[in-house]
């Protein structure tokens, strides 16, 4: 019997066999369940299954369990902890974790060859307060984070950053933020410790590629993000479902006045509008300014170092995932920042790359290329730019897990004439728990 009728088959037994006590026609005239809500597409075998996170108070469909499911269909490795993580989601509140580890190899040019490795590990507990405390819209968020291992950037030289995770070790809370929605979702507040890439900058096809350029453009000076979150108050606004504008205000991380002793606390600021219509695809274009005084690149402070980025991504072809279906088809994008070269490294930033979903049908799958250049002050001596070129493949080994084998060549490294052209290949491990 083919996979999908003998999926429907067990759901249709499930509904009148169901420990909730429910017949099929009951749970069809009560509206307690929908086929869509129920199955969902494996990723690893490209079969439709039932979906482990569906309500048990409808169907006694399989969870994420030993004897319940097969542990390589579980989306979390850690499954459903006997039943307790679905009782705690019908209660609000969800708690993920995940483990990225990256092993990089420097076999040509660069500062030096070498294999180094680093592990992310990240944990986060996110309370829908609607379901919580029955106030609608509300949503209460916090991480923690602990990164170790060596720094690859040692053996490359490279100014951009081929991994997007690659620091020095440390240990600290996260995210800690309270969100509210209102007005039909046209507005959105939020309040705490953000990272400011978490809501802006974000260009969805781009976050295939570990270069830390793919995520935000470096041009973006002293932006709050990975790994230091800023305390802040965001503020999204959208009159139409194709277009949002958003701002917020960061503590930042430059002085507030001249002084030796200034504390870095003055403002920073950002502002994105995004659009998203049917025939563009999805564009944005921001501005971004901080209040404190940044040291220039040849000697004394300048007030106020600005910048700004746009960038536009869409799907060429195939189709988005959805509920009942992976990503399949080509998508792209491109990416532009500007900022002072009189205060930044960066003077200007270009990056442009392709993703193809589930290639030769091969669903939950994907390979991409991308350029990454960037324009170095000459201010501060540089005597080139930096161009780095990346090709991945993503594989789905597990419900839970991924492998990501990456290549990039980096040409001239940090802009340095005395470095030669980098190549680095990483395999980088994702693991949801």
Avoid: C
Avoid at 45 to 67: I, K, M, N, Q, S
Avoid at 112 to 117: H, V
């Amino acid at each position: 019997m083919p996979v999908v009728n003998r999926s429907l088959l067990w759901l249709g037994i499930g509904l009148i066999l169901g420990p909730s006590g429910l017949s099929a026609q009951q749970a069809a005239s009560s509206g307690a369940v929908e086929l869509a809500d129920l199955v969902v597409i494996d990723t690893v075998t490209d079969e439709l299954v039932p979906d482990v996170h569906a309500p048990h108070g409808a169907l006694a469909l399989p969870r994420a369990w030993f004897g319940a499911s097969p542990w390589r269909r579980w989306d979390r490795a850690t499954g459903d902890w006997a039943g307790s993580r679905s009782l705690l989601e019908r209660h609000g509140i969800s708690v993920e974790g995940s483990w990225i580890y990256d092993v990089s190899s420097n076999v040509r040019g660069g500062v030096a060859r070498g294999t180094r490795g680093r592990g992310l590990f990240t944990a986060a507990a996110t309370v829908d307060m609607s379901t919580f405390a029955g106030l609608p819209g509300g949503t209460f968020a916090i991480s923690y984070m602990t990164m170790g291992g060596q720094v690859g950037g040692e053996l490359t030289g490279d100014a951009q950053s081929f991994s997007n995770i690659d620091i020095a070790p440390t240990s600290r809370r996260y995210d800690l933020w309270y969100e509210q929605r209102l007005l039909g979702d046209r507005v959105r507040a939020k309040l705490g410790y953000v990272d400011a890439n978490s809501e802006f900058a974000v260009v969805n096809v781009a976050g295939e590629f570990i270069n830390a350029s793919a995520g935000f453009s470096p041009t973006m000076y002293g932006m709050p993000t990975y790994p230091d979150p800023a305390l802040s108050a965001n503020l999204f606004v959208s009159p139409a479902r194709w277009l949002t504008l958003g701002g917020a205000v960061y503590r930042g991380t430059l002085p507030a006045s001249r002084a030796a002793d200034a504390t870095p606390e003055a403002p920073f600021g950002i502002v994105e509008l995004v659009a998203s219509p049917a025939a563009l695809g999805r564009a944005g274009v921001g501005v971004w300014h901080h209040a404190g005084y940044a040291p220039r690149l040849d000697g004394g402070l300048q007030q106020g170092p600005t910048g700004w980025y746009a960038f536009l991504e869409r799907r060429l072809s195939g189709a988005e995932a959805d509920d009942s279906t992976v990503a399949r088809g080509l998508s792209g994008f491109a990416r532009y920042g500007w900022a002072d070269a009189r205060v930044n490294d960066f003077a200007h930033h270009y990056m442009a790359g392709l993703v193809l979903d589930a290639p030769l049908g091969w669903a939950g799958n994907a390979l991409g290329v991308a350029v990454s250049h960037v324009e170095l002050s000459r201010r501060a001596g540089y005597a080139h730019g930096e161009t780095a070129l990346e090709g991945f493949v993503r594989v789905q080994l597990l419900g839970f897990m991924t492998l990501r084998p990456d290549v990039q060549y980096i040409v001239h490294p940090s802009g340095a004439p005395g470095v030669g052209a980098a190549l680095v290949s990483t395999l980088r491990v994702e693991t949801a728990f």
